[in-house]
């Protein structure tokens, strides 16, 4: 059977008046419609499969991220002082200490010194602790007015204190505290080591030359300047009045007040309160 396009157009497309007139428009026949509405309906049962059939398979399990491991040059930012806490039991720091003094009752000159400052804590409350310090101060020391009887311009001089006292912990955050104390004890006096019995203020020079050697009331008044480097260390500066009682002679005994400060370290040890 031979092809015949114009009878399957006759069949599909059917000529209106108008377009038997004018030649334009094309009206669409029953078989032609038909055709149309059976591909849509095709497509649209075909969408819906497709969407069921997305619906029933189980979501994909996203990958899980492999951890990267920071190579050369990577910079991790990290906070030492982020454990920080004020709730140790026990303390411990060393310093290099500075202390000044008078070692006669009347001597012009004073004697700096230098030494080492040895003190531990043991706290009580969050705010109350108890302090002991051990310290040792050694230099030398002018003899004026003196000088032209002794015959010595440098003369070794010693102090030692035993001290201990209650510690207020004030204002402190992870960065550092101010921690006051109130320390007394005793303080011994080494001022004729060098000068023998010449030069106590009850030998030959008199009131005029070095205090004897002698232990004597000893205070500290002042507190400590922390600033943590982390959990445990902290850089310490402590700043005292030194309060020493030693007696000259019967009549003129010599209570003195002078600047000390000691710089150092302290260790916060584990145990806690």
């Given amino acids: 059977m031979r092809f015949q396009p114009r009878i399957l157009r006759q069949r599909l497309l059917q000529r209106s008046p108008a377009i038997y007139h004018a030649r334009v428009m094309l009206f669409v026949t029953r078989q032609t419609r038909f055709l149309i509405a059976a591909a849509t309906a095709a497509v649209f049962a075909a969408t819906l499969l497709t969407n069921a059939q997305a619906q029933t398979q189980p979501p994909a399990t996203p990958a899980t991220p492999q951890p990267v491991s920071p190579g050369n040059g990577t910079y991790i930012s990290t906070d030492p002082l982020a454990n920080v806490r004020y709730d140790n039991r026990w303390d411990l720091s060393v310093g290099m200490a500075y202390g000044h003094i008078h070692a006669g009752p009347n001597l012009r000159e004073g004697a700096n010194l230098g030494g080492l400052d040895v003190s531990g804590s043991y ?11 051990g310290r040792g101060y050694l230099g030398t020391s002018g003899t004026t007015p003196a000088a032209s009887v002794l015959g ?5 001089v010693a102090q030692y204190m035993f001290l201990a006292g209650p510690e207020y912990l004030g204002p402190h955050n992870k960065h550092g505290a101010i921690i006051l104390h109130a320390l007394v004890g005793g303080a011994y006096g080494d001022f004729n080591r060098d000068l023998g019995r010449q030069g106590s203020a009850t030998g030959p020079t008199g009131p005029a030359a070095f205090y004897d050697n002698q232990v004597a009331l000893g205070g500290a008044f002042g507190g400590h300047i922390d600033l943590n480097r982390s959990e445990h260390w902290v850089f310490r500066v402590t700043p005292d009045a030194l309060m020493t009682g030693y007696d000259g002679t019967s009549l003129y005994p010599h209570t003195q007040f002078n600047f000390g400060i000691s710089v150092g370290a302290e260790y916060k040890f584990k145990k806690k309160r």
Avoid: A, N
Wanted: hydrophobic letters at 40%; charged letters at 25%; zero cysteines.
């Fill in 152 to 156: 010595e311009s440098g003369v070794f």
């Fill in 123 to 133: 706290w009580l409350t969050k705010r109350w602790g108890i302090e002991g310090s």
